[in-house]
C-alpha cells in the first residue's frame, strides 16, 4: 500500500513540476494552480509514507529551526499588508514544504525515485533542446508570446530558464554518478545532466553561469568524497585530475562571461561586468527598506512598494523598468521577512549542507543499495547553483525556483537505507510531520484548483498580444476570473480595459458609463493594494475627464506619494501637470485668465518637483514636450499679468529644453510688449533697448510655437522695426537692459 501511494506521490511531483516549467514560471500567482494542484495531491499521496518515516532525516534540533522558519514566514505572509501578496508567498513556502515532504517519503522506493529522476531527466532534456533551437533560432519560443533574445528554454526569461536547468541537471547528474541505479540508466542520465549544464553557457546568463561554475565545483569536491567511501574506481583518477578540473570550472566562468558580454556588447572583462550597477542599486535600496523595520520586515513583497521612496532619479537613473524585486533573494528575504526571518533561513539551509557533508564525509554502515549519496551529492550541488545565482535574479519568487529548492533540501536531508534505530520513529514526529502535510495540502489544492480554473479561462487570451485582445471580450473574462481569484491586479486590468473602451469613442467623446466602470476597478484595485500608485494615477486621469476636479486632484496627489522617485515609471507628476494644462485651456475658453494662471503655475510646480532634478527641470523626454507646451501658455500669462521678471525667467527656463527654441518667438514678442509699456510710461530710452532686444531676438527665431504662422512673425518685426525707426528718430539714445 506504501510503496504504491509513493509511487502515485512521485508522478504527480513530476507532473508538478513539468507543469511549473510549462504554465507556472511567472510572477502572477494564478498560474502556478495546475502546478500546485498537482503537488498537493503528490502530499496526499505521500501521507502514509509520511506517518511511516516521520522526519526522520533530521534531527531534533533541525527540525525545530525548520518548524521556526515555516511558522516565521507563514505568520509574516499571513499578515502581510498586501494579501495577494502574502498567499503568494504562502504558496510559495508550501511548494517547497510540500517538495521537501515528498522527497523524504519517496526515499528507498526504488520505483518511486525511479519516477521521479526520469521525470526530472526528461524535462531537461527538453529544455536543452528548446535552448539548442533558440540558438539557431532566436524568435523560437514554446510557450510564451513575449521573451528575451536570449534563449530561455522554456521559460520567458533566460536567468529562469538557467537556473531550471543548474538545479535539475545537478540532481539528475548525482543520481547518475552516485546513485544506485541500472547502468545504462545512469549512462542517460549523466549525458543529459551535461546537455543541461551545456545549455545554461548558451543562455548567455551571467548570473546563470556563475551558479553552474560554483555548482560544477561543489559537484566535483562532492563527488571526490562519495567516491571515496564507495571505493570507486575513477577515485584515484579524480584526485589527480582535480587541477585540472578546477581549471576546467574557471575557464567555463570565464569564458562563459566573457561571451554573454560580447553578446550584450558590453564588452569583455569582469570590470565591464560591473559597469552595469543597477543591481547594487537595488542592493543598497533594500538595506534602507529593512533599517525601516530590521527585525521583521515589511511583509510580503513589501520591497516593492518601499523601493519607491529611496528610489533617486539622479543616482539610479530614470527607474522606467519599475523595480518590484531585489534581484538578490538574500536582501529580498531581509527587506520582506527582516533579519530574523532571514537569519533563521540561512541558519536552516547552511546546516543542512553541513549535515549533508558529514554524512558523505562520514557514512554509516548502510546497505551498498542506497541512493543517499546520489541525493545529497546532486541536492548539495543543485543547491551551491542556484543559491548563488539567486544573488542576481528573483529565482525564489516563482513556483519552477521553489520547487527545485524543494527537492535539493529534501535531497540533503536524506539518509542511507534506515537503520532499525531510525526507523523506529517517534511519534511526535510522525504527528508534526502529517499535520504539515495536512496544512500544506488545505493550503495548495483549493487554491491550486481556483488558479487552474483561472488559468484555463485566461488560456486563449494570454496566447496572443494583449493588442489584439478586444477591451469587451477581455472585460467579460476578467468579471469571470474575479468570482475566483478577486485581486488587485484583476481589478486594475479590467479597469484598464474599461479605460480602453473610453479611448474608443469617437470624435473625442467620453462613454461615462464605461469611465465610471474603470474608476471603480481602480478603487476596488487600491483597497486591495493601497501600495501601488499605477491604479491611483489611471483613476485620477478619469475623474479629471469626468470633471471631479477636487477627488482627482486628491488622487494626483497621493499617487505622487506613493511613487516617491519612480516618476519616470508611473508618470503621476507628468499626468497632473498634463490634467491642469487641459483645465487651463478650458479656463481660458471662459476668459477666466487668473484662474488659468494658477492653474499652469501648479502644472509647471507638479511637472518639475516630481522628477527630482536639482536644476529643477525636467530630465525625460515625455516631459519636454509637456514643458514646452506649458511654458508657452505660462510665459503669455505672466507677461500680460505685468510680472515680467516671471515671464522672462520661464522663457529662459524652456527655452533650452530640445525642442524648446520656439520660445524665441515669444521672448521677442514679450520684449516688444514690456517695451511699450515702458514707453507708455515715458521711459524712451528703456524702452528702445528693449525694442533692439527684441529685434536680436527675431533673428534668432526658429520653429514657431503651436498656433504662430510665419506672418504673424513678420508683423512682428515689422512692429519692431517701426519702433525702432521711431525713437531713433527721434534721436534717442538707448539705455542699458538689466541683463547688458
Known amino acids: 500500500m506504501v510503496s504504491s501511494m509513493t509511487l502515485i506521490a512521485a508522478i504527480f511531483l513530476v507532473v508538478s513540476v513539468w507543469l511549473a516549467v510549462l504554465l507556472g514560471p511567472d510572477l502572477n500567482a494564478w498560474q502556478w494552480g495546475p502546478s500546485l494542484l498537482a503537488l498537493g495531491v503528490a502530499v496526499l ?46 504558496l510559495l513556502l508550501a511548494g517547497v514544504v510540500g517538495c521537501f515532504l515528498v522527497v523524504g517519503a519517496i526515499q528507498e522506493r526504488r520505483a518511486a525515485e525511479r519516477v521521479l529522476m526520469w521525470g526530472l531527466a526528461w524535462l531537461v532534456l527538453a529544455s536543452a533542446v528548446v535552448v539548442a533551437r533558440q540558438v539557431v533560432d532566436p524568435v523560437f519560443t514554446p510557450g510564451f508570446v513575449a521573451r528575451f533574445a536570449l534563449p530561455s528554454g522554456f521559460f520567458g526569461h533566460y536567468n529562469y530558464g538557467a537556473n531550471f536547468l543548474i538545479g535539475a541537471s545537478c540532481l539528475v547528474g548525482g543520481a547518475a554518478l552516485a546513485g544506485r541505479y541500472h547502468k545504462l540508466e545512469r549512462l542517460l542520465w549523466g549525458m543529459i545532466a551535461v546537455a543541461g549544464m551545456a545549455a545554461v553557457y548558451f543562455t548567455r546568463s551571467r548570473g546563470g553561469i556563475c551558479g553552474a561554475a560554483c555548482g560544477l565545483g561543489m559537484f566535483a569536491l562532492m563527488a571526490l568524497i562519495v567516491g571515496k567511501h564507495q571505493g570507486a574506481r575513477w577515485f584515484a583518477p579524480g584526485i589527480v585530475a582535480v587541477p585540472l578540473i578546477g581549471l ?66 539622479d543616482m539610479h537613473g530614470p527607474g522606467s523598468a519599475r523595480p518590484e524585486q531585489v534581484h538578490n533573494e538574500i536582501m529580498q528575504t531581509a527587506a520582506d521577512y527582516g533579519l530574523a526571518g532571514a537569519g533563521l533561513l540561512g541558519v536552516f539551509i547552511g546546516a543542512l549542507m553541513v549535515l549533508a557533508v558529514v554524512r558523505a564525509v562520514f557514512p554509516e554502515a548502510t546497505s551498498k543499495q542506497s541512493n543517499g549519496d546520489g541525493w545529497r551529492l546532486g541536492g548539495l550541488a543543485g543547491l551551491a547553483g542556484i543559491l548563488i545565482q539567486s544573488n542576481f535574479s528573483f529565482v525564489f519568487h516563482l513556483v519552477p525556483g521553489v520547487l527545485l529548492l524543494g527537492l535539493c533540501l529534501g535531497g540533503l536531508a536524506q539518509l542511507d537505507s534506515p537503520s532499525k534505530k531510525v526507523a523506529a520513529q517517534s511519534l511526535g514526529q510522525a504527528i ?29 487570451e494570454r496566447r496572443v498580444k494583449r493588442s489584439d485582445v478586444a477591451p469587451a471580450a477581455k472585460i467579460a473574462v476578467l468579471t ?125 510646480e507638479a511637472l518639475v518637483k516630481s522628477n527630482h532634478i536639482s536644476s529643477r527641470e525636467p530630465l525625460w523626454w515625455q516631459a519636454w514636450g509637456l514643458r514646452i507646451s506649458i511654458g508657452e501658455r505660462l510665459g503669455v500669462l505672466l507677461s500680460q499679468a505685468g510680472r515680467d521678471q516671471e515671464a522672462e525667467e520661464e522663457f529662459e527656463n524652456v527655452v533650452v529644453l530640445p525642442g524648446g527654441g520656439a520660445m524665441r518667438y515669444l521672448q521677442a514678442w514679450h520684449l516688444r510688449l514690456q517695451a511699450k509699456r515702458v514707453w507708455h510710461e515715458r521711459d524712451a530710452e528703456g524702452a528702445l533697448a528693449l525694442f533692439l532686444k527684441a529685434r536680436r531676438m527675431i533673428d534668432l527665431v526658429g520653429p514657431l510655437p503651436s498656433g504662430v504662422t510665419a506672418d504673424d512673425l513678420a508683423k512682428l518685426r515689422e512692429d519692431v522695426d517701426y519702433c525702432i525707426k521711431f525713437l531713433k528718430g527721434a534721436d534717442i539714445g538707448a539705455a542699458r537692459t538689466r541683463d547688458e
Open 45 to 90: 499521496a505521500a501521507l502514509p509514507a509520511i506517518w511511516r518515516r516521520g522526519l526522520r532525516g533530521t534531527g531534533g534540533w533541525m527540525l525545530a529551526v525548520g518548524g521556526m522558519v515555516v511558522l516565521w514566514f507563514g505568520w509574516r505572509a499571513w499578515t502581510s499588508p498586501v494579501l495577494e501578496y502574502g498567499m503568494a508567498d504562502g
Open 248 to 313: 576546467a570550472v574557471i575557464g567555463f566562468l570565464l569564458k562563459g562571461w566573457n561571451d554573454a558580454q560580447i553578446v550584450r556588447d558590453q564588452g569583455v572583462g569582469i570590470d565591464k561586468m560591473m559597469d552595469n550597477s543597477i543591481r547594487l542599486n537595488l542592493v543598497g535600496i533594500a538595506v534602507s527598506c529593512i533599517s525601516l523595520h530590521p527585525w521583521a520586515g515589511g511583509g510580503s513583497r513589501s520591497f516593492s512598494w518601499e523601493c519607491n521612496r529611496f528610489w533617486e532619479m
Open 432 to 460: 508534526l510531520a502529517c499535520a504539515v502535510a495536512l496544512v500544506g495540502a488545505a493550503l495548495l489544492l483549493p487554491i491550486g484548483w481556483a488558479g487552474t480554473r483561472v488559468t484555463a479561462l485566461r488560456w486563449t
Open 480 to 604: 469571470e476570473a474575479l468570482r475566483m481569484w478577486p485581486t488587485a491586479a484583476f481589478y486594475q486590468e479590467r479597469g484598464e480595459a474599461y479605460q480602453q473602451l473610453c479611448a474608443g469613442v469617437p470624435q473625442g467623446g467620453l462613454d461615462r458609463a464605461a469611465a465610471m466602470c474603470a474608476v471603480e476597478d481602480y478603487r476596488r484595485a487600491t483597497g486591495l493594494n493601497p501600495f501601488a500608485p499605477g491604479p491611483v494615477v489611471n483613476r485620477a486621469n478619469l475623474l479629471g475627464l469626468l470633471g471631479q476636479d477636487a477627488e482627482a486632484l486628491e488622487q494626483y496627489r497621493l499617487a505622487i506619494q506613493l511613487e516617491g522617485g519612480l516618476e519616470v515609471g508611473f508618470k503621476a507628476g507628468y499626468y497632473k501637470a498634463l490634467y491642469l494644462r487641459q483645465k487651463a485651456e478650458r479656463l481660458l475658453a471662459e476668459t477666466r485668465t487668473a484662474e488659468a494662471l494658477v492653474a499652469l503655475l501648479d502644472a509647471r
